[in-house]
């Protein structure tokens, strides 16, 4: 059978590591970076996304033309083989050619002024600069980019008004070409700077190629001449002008005696430079400034030599909460920011007023999962928080931060009201979905990391699992969380939870080569599924009457939930293991997600293949149906999140109840019913429903909650399986310290004044004297059994001594 590839509606993700990966279309419409292999082209207002695929690993360079007819992206390779670089049309969004002349890793790519030229610059392993000819498509030339002296070359900068020149920087060096087309050779000068070295991480130059700025590694900013007479010759060697610093304001000062200037924190990362002779700097700490550099005469002043001179002027400050790595002017009244914690900002030049446009993962994802029976939201888990998202425009509706702690798994309980997830610090924590805000608690839940977490649908009991191989069973009320039972089968870390139809089975994997069917009414094992794999998920049928598993051997099993016989065996990959797995709601099809980045579509009676959707560039981590499975999900490794649109139409078929040796009469499985719509339900009705967040608006931000250990919420003190403290129970709400006192005075007073405690321990006292005194016959008859008692030990004691008297005559 054909494969087909799936389609793409749009992927939630920006790789803000990557230095320059923000870039801006010559239309002002729309934006252009990279996510994993794919270069994404997005329009700023209406969101809509396209994207140019045909690398092979992750994208490290990407570029516009001036003309804006060509996009040109560089990637990574492995070590020992060459990087490829693609021309893009712009307009048909298709490849118009490609070389692979650079080694490992391309680190940065630009257009010449008239975009007849491509200049390309590889990484520290190839340190060439390659000249491709955009119109004949071919190589015309190349050269070393830095001296032998000179460390690694970092940057590529072209002219404003000559087309065939560019600047490069790096390490301890800085460098003007000029590239000769009829000789097919580029030619490179340095740049004087005296006794000066930087590391220059950016350079901008001025409209009419008279001066260059350098942003420094150091945090201050080099000033060059570049005495440019005509516009393919130069009048003298480029010269520096200056280092500048900022200059000192407030309370903060620095000795400028001993040599001590104030600088950028985290490196000048980006600079942007206007037409008021004003600039804007990105440094790595976040900060966003506007700057001017001023005219000061030091001649006169007695100071020490300055490694920098104080010229900055700051004029208004923002800060974006990340290293700056990409910016850039948009409409001449806003800057647009690229972070390295994946998010980009919009800021106004007039009042430097902040608006968050594009946020991701930065790091890996670990879990995705949508609402019962509602589609329209999906929240994601990955390291320090967790994310609700709107399928239709992939905007962030809400974020909960837990810092410096990794969410490994969640879900939505039935009703939509709760989301509980599991942290590897050992702790499951229930939030609401509207404002993010702490439910419950279950400290040490798990002895180690938890991994794994599920809730039957009347949301009564909860089931965990973690990385010392426990599955714990939880009772779940609003007051407190009780531990019902400790199931302690499996020798490996649980990866995986699901839960039967009828809320009764349940299946956990593990990386012990094992898959156990629970029951969790009885608290019981029921059968055990065994494989050599190190299982990494495994899921009910929607009928509950088979099991689907996953894992490191590349297989997909089929298993009989009955007798746990296997049923079926075929090859899920032939690279990587298969890390997840998913069905869809009517059961007809299946999708799986592994570490050779392709998610594959199935189905499910005849195992084959239909679409396979290559777009992401690290390992998959988790994919999930839709409710009402017109979508698949899929996240991966490097914070990626790819939307694909499902090819089948899904048959939404009400199940009759079935009774079979796998499906028992309190099995039966219910009727489906229709998905919630949130037009359906009305505010009133919305409450913390997680259909309430349909409701925000556009425009507006995020709802952000961040939880600084558990100081949000007073958990309960209770320990349902300790026992119970000798203490008034009507105290509550008490410390440690005057519990240790209550107990004190326990041992030694008897509860006084008006408390009820102390009224049940009064009539305990005197039942328990009118039973110790009782009536007179009673008294009476208790006396007579003692001298009973007092007479039959005298008459043996007797006995004794006259047996012994009589053996001592007989031995005389």
């Not at 005194?773 to 007579?784: D, H, K, Q, R």
């Amino acid at each position: 059978m054909d494969t087909k590839p799936l389609d793409i509606i749009g992927i939630i993700g920006f790789d803000g590591v990557m230095k320059n990966g923000l870039r801006l279309h010559p239309d002002q419409e729309h934006m252009i970076y990279p996510m994993g292999n794919k270069v994404t082209i997005k329009h700023i207002a209406s969101g809509e996304q396209s994207f140019l695929s045909g690398h092979t690993n992750l994208i490290s360079a990407v570029c516009v033309s001036p003309c804006g007819n060509f996009v040109a992206s560089g990637q990574i390779n492995h070590l020992g083989f060459k990087a490829m670089v693609i021309i893009w049309d712009y307009q048909n969004r298709t490849v118009k050619s490609s070389y692979e002349i650079h080694k490992v890793r391309v680190e940065d790519i630009c257009f010449t002024l008239d975009s007849n030229y491509l200049i390309s610059l590889g990484g520290r392993d190839d340190g060439n600069v390659v000249i491709w000819d955009v119109r004949n498509n071919d190589a015309m030339c190349g050269s070393f980019a830095s001296n032998e002296i000179a460390g690694n070359t970092y940057t590529i900068t072209r002219m404003n008004t000559h087309g065939e020149c560019f600047l490069t920087g790096g390490d301890r060096t800085l460098k003007v070409w000029r590239i000769d087309s009829k000789r097919r050779k580029v030619y490179g000068v340095n740049v004087k700077v005296g006794k000066l070295r930087r590391s220059i991480n950016c350079i901008v130059i001025s409209e009419k190629d008279t001066d260059a700025y350098c942003g420094t590694s150091s945090g201050d900013i080099i000033k060059a001449r570049l005495n440019y007479r005509s516009e393919d010759e130069e009048q003298a060697e480029s010269v520096m002008i200056g280092c500048y610093s900022k200059m000192y304001k407030g309370s903060k000062r620095v000795n400028q005696a001993k040599g001590e200037v104030e600088c950028y924190a985290g490196g000048v990362e980006k600079l942007l430079l206007l037409k008021n002779e004003r600039m804007i700097v990105g440094a790595g700490d976040g900060t966003v400034e506007l700057i001017e550099i001023m005219d000061i005469d030091f001649s006169k002043t007695k100071f020490a030599k300055l490694p920098s001179t104080p010229q900055i002027k700051t004029h208004l400050v923002e800060n974006v909460c990340g290293a700056v790595t990409s910016m850039l002017l948009y409409k001449n009244d806003f800057v647009l920011v690229g972070t390295a914690l994946s998010e980009i900002y919009q800021i106004r030049l007039s009042d430097f007023d902040m608006r968050l446009l594009v946020t991701c993962h930065n790091s890996s994802i670990y879990s995705i999962v949508f609402p019962w029976n509602y589609s329209e939201i999906f929240a994601t888990a990955g390291k320090n928080d967790i994310r609700l998202w709107r399928l239709e425009t992939q905007k962030e509706l809400l974020r909960i931060s837990v810092p410096n702690f990794v969410c490994s798994c969640l879900c939505f309980s039935h009703d939509g009201r709760m989301i509980i997830s599991a942290w590897n610090d050992g702790i499951v924590r229930a939030f609401t979905p509207q404002k993010g805000k702490l439910i419950f608690t279950i400290h040490n839940a798990h002895i180690k990391a938890a991994s794994a977490v599920v809730i039957t649908a009347d949301g009564k009991r909860l089931i965990s699992g973690g990385c010392d191989g426990q599955v714990r069973i939880w009772d779940i009320k609003p007051d407190v969380q009780r531990l019902v039972s400790i199931l302690k089968e499996h020798r490996g870390p649980i990866t995986s939870l699901c839960i039967s139809s009828n809320n009764e089975d349940l299946v956990s994997s593990s990386t012990d080569g094992t898959c156990i069917i629970w029951d969790v009414i009885r608290c019981a094992r029921k059968q055990v599924l065994m494989g050599n794999t190190m299982y990494m998920a495994a899921c009910f049928s929607p009928n509950s009457i088979q099991i689907l598993t996953c894992g490191t051997d590349r297989k997909i099993a089929y298993w009989e939930t009955w007798d746990a016989s296997l049923v079926r065996e075929i090859e899920g990959s032939t690279s990587g293991s298969l890390n997840c797995i998913d069905i869809s709601p009517d059961g007809q099809y299946f999708v799986t997600g592994s570490n050779d980045c392709i998610v594959k579509l199935w189905e499910y009676h005849t195992a084959n293949v239909t679409h396979i959707g290559i777009g992401h560039a690290a390992i998959i981590t988790s994919c999930k149906f839709s409710s009402n499975g017109e979508h698949v999900v899929s996240v991966s490794a490097d914070g990626a999140i790819i939307i694909w649109k499902s090819p089948f139409i899904m048959a939404r078929v009400k199940t009759p109840s079935i009774k079979s040796k796998s499906v028992t009469a309190r099995t039966a499985v219910k009727p489906e019913e229709p998905e919630v719509k949130c037009d359906d339900l009305k505010l009133d009705d919305l409450g913390e429903h997680v259909a309430g967040m349909n409701q925000v608006d556009e425009t507006a931000e995020s709802v952000r909650t961040t939880y600084h250990g558990d100081d949000q919420l007073q958990p309960c003190t209770r320990d349902p399986a300790g026992i119970p403290s000798p203490i008034c129970s009507c105290v509550k709400d008490k410390d440690t310290t005057s519990i240790k006192t209550l107990n004190e005075q326990n041992r030694t007073e008897e509860p006084l004044g008006d408390c009820p405690c102390a009224k049940n321990m009064e009539t305990k006292s005197l039942l328990n004297s009118k039973r110790s005194s009782g009536n007179p016959t009673e008294t009476a008859n208790s006396a007579s059994s003692s001298q009973r008692r007092a007479s039959l030990q005298s008459n043996k004691k007797s006995l004794l001594k006259s047996k012994i008297s009589t053996e001592r005559k007989s031995l005389q």
